[in-house]
């Protein structure tokens, strides 16, 4: 499957976006779908992740309780809704698929990434 990612910007601390991401190829319907980040000099780091039919979500404590991960099948997407946005989640955001119907926090879960896109919280 291949992925592409949009939506990354430049917020002020608070703010939100919603960064979305397109798949097209194979079967998406079947597989979990994954956001990580990469922040300069940092390893990449599991954000968020829904299951192959939406009906489990998990997130990385950063995230919990500010963004909120969703897809819709019918439209091949995949978004993360990112509100009280800080300056520590400036990175760039991939969209991932998941080698499996659920969405797991490792890197190697993943086959499928997105190019990234750019966020960045100013203070």
């Known amino acids: 499957v291949q992925l592409q990612a949009f939506g990354g910007g430049l917020v002020q601390a608070g703010g939100s976006l919603r960064l979305s991401c397109a798949a097209s190829?194979?079967?998406?319907?079947?597989?979990?779908m994954g956001w990580f980040r990469q922040a300069p000099g940092k390893e990449r780091e599991f954000v968020a992740g829904v299951t192959w039919n939406g009906g489990s979500t998990r997130y990385a404590d950063s995230a919990k309780g500010r963004f909120t991960i969703s897809r819709d099948n019918a439209k091949n997407t995949v978004s993360l809704q990112m509100n009280s946005l800080k300056p520590e989640d400036t990175a760039v955001y991939y969209c991932a698929a998941s080698r499996y119907s659920y969405s797991g926090v490792s890197r190697r879960d993943y086959g499928s990434w997105g190019q990234g896109t750019q966020v960045t919280v100013s203070s």
């Open positions: 190829g194979r079967t998406f319907s079947n597989n979990g």
